[in-house]
């Protein structure tokens, strides 16, 4: 069973000594490769916590190594899951996980290395694959760094080859995420080189998606699953395509092997307190003897009023996302999300990106200096009366039968976080999942209602 969690970001605060520029700690991210701390080879530039001797670890003249980790400990507890038709539709469980890493750089060579320890407890019928993996290797990779890259230069051409086994999180992965929510965070097989050049960065790799296994050091890469394209940014603009061969796809009820290709372009900024961020994808190749053919597009639109208390900032979110039109026909109309980020709608999220039309409003207020807060609508509709609905991996949660109404139901979801200190973050969740005609006509139609409760630890 795919679970949700609610996850913030944790970021150092800003310390400065006496005659110099305040110093600004790089954000930390889900992937953890991408921070930067070699501005703290000098003791001089370090801002004086208590984890800066863990971030710049000098080994000669021209190597260094990083130490992070992560302690996640997360509590879900669900009434009604999957509208009361789930195998346990009453469900609490603790998730805990550990990641430590150690980034080695040495002159144009880096070696990375983030093992895993992920448990759970109690979760009900039994965990699944996301839920725990117990010991093994989340990531782990080599880079090789040619012309300006990782040099900071933004006019420069660099190339940085890398192989190894990695997360990869594309634009606001829509189709390639890190799964980063749930327990077990997705990493992939392969290889990737990215370039960059006055400002734009083009990403082209080859790889396979790791499947955990039951028991320590067991993941292993997919045999049947296999991703590839090329990922291109600049000034606000993504332009990319995807390629994707899945030999044990299933759709409607039909297993065969699938071979799909996405295209897509992304428009994203900001500019005097207004925030946006649209994206168009196109799918087509084929699955067993039908034509893929299958489109989304996702709007989002939002404004910070940084002159009114607690400097809310409030976003709409208005997403339309394909279904098959026929069922039984030559041509398939389903779109795969592929390998989509774990927490798509919301922290609660039973369905996902495969036939549907979504409305989101949202809006998130500063309580104080280190507690934030956010209050969300969302509203559901089948795109096509012939398909069902499908949950975030693409598994098809409820077929259409006779069903129809096209409402699938509306959800309310509140959320609070207290950044306690700069390491470590507290935050809870409550949403409530009202049923809708379309799932009252095809079965349980019970309203969920999840708590999420999260102690992140990190640095």
Do not use: C
Request: hydrophobic share 40%; glycine share 10%.
């Amino acid at each position: 069973m795919r679970k949700l969690a609610l996850v913030g970001l944790v970021v150092a605060s800003p310390a400065f000594a006496q005659d110099r520029e305040p110093w600004q700690p790089p954000t930390l991210t889900t992937t953890r490769y991408d921070e930067d701390w070699s501005t703290m080879a000098d003791p001089a530039d370090r801002p004086g916590r208590w984890s800066d001797d863990l971030k710049y670890i000098p080994i000669t003249d021209d190597a260094y190594a990083t130490v992070a980790a992560e302690i996640r400990i997360r509590n879900e507890s669900y009434r009604n899951n999957l509208w009361g038709g789930a195998a346990a539709p009453d469900d609490g469980y603790q998730w805990v996980r550990f990641v430590p890493s150690v980034d080695l750089h040495a002159g144009r060579v880096r070696a990375f290395v983030q093992p895993i320890a992920a448990y759970a407890i109690g979760v009900a019928p039994s965990a699944s694959p996301i839920d725990q993996t117990r010991v093994d290797m989340l990531q782990a990779f080599a880079d090789l760094r040619l012309g300006d890259a990782g040099t900071g230069s933004p006019d420069g051409f660099g190339v940085t080859l890398r192989a190894g086994r990695q997360m990869i999180s594309l634009g606001t992965e829509r189709l390639v995420g890190t799964r980063y929510g749930p327990n077990v965070p997705l990493a992939f097989d392969g290889v990737r080189a990215l370039a960059s050049l006055n400002g734009a960065t083009l990403s082209l790799f080859a790889v396979r998606p790791v499947q955990p296994g039951p028991s320590s050091f067991d993941d292993r890469r997919s045999r049947t699953k296999t991703l590839w394209g090329a990922y291109l940014t600049r000034h606000g603009l993504d332009l990319y395509y995807l390629g994707y061969h899945n030999t044990q796809a299933r759709f409607g009820g039909v297993a065969g092997d699938e071979m799909r290709h996405s295209v897509g372009a992304r428009w994203f900024g900001s500019r005097e307190g207004w925030h946006w961020n649209s994206e168009g994808i196109y799918q087509f190749g084929r699955f067993t003897n039908q034509t893929i053919s299958a489109w989304s597009v996702g709007t989002e639109l939002g404004h910070a009023f940084q002159d009114l208390p607690g400097a809310p900032d409030t976003t709409l979110r208005f997403n339309v996302v394909s279904g098959d039109r026929h069922r039984g026909d030559t041509q398939l109309n389903t779109f795969n999300a592929l390998f989509p980020k774990g927490k798509y709608f919301g922290e609660l999220s039973p369905v996902g990106p495969s036939n549907i039309v979504s409305l989101n409003p949202r809006v998130a207020v500063s309580v104080t200096k280190t507690v934030s807060a956010s209050l969300a609508g969302m509203a559901y509709w089948r795109f096509s009366r012939a398909d069902g609905i499908y949950d975030i991996p693409g598994n098809l949660i409820r077929a259409p039968g006779t069903a129809t109404s096209r409402f699938i139901g509306r959800e309310v979801e509140a959320t609070l976080a207290w950044q306690a200190t700069p390491d470590l973050e507290l935050s809870t969740s409550v949403s409530l999942f009202g049923p809708g005609g379309f799932i009252r006509q095809t079965g349980p139609a019970r309203t969920i209602a999840m708590l999420g409760l999260e102690a992140n630890f990190r640095f």
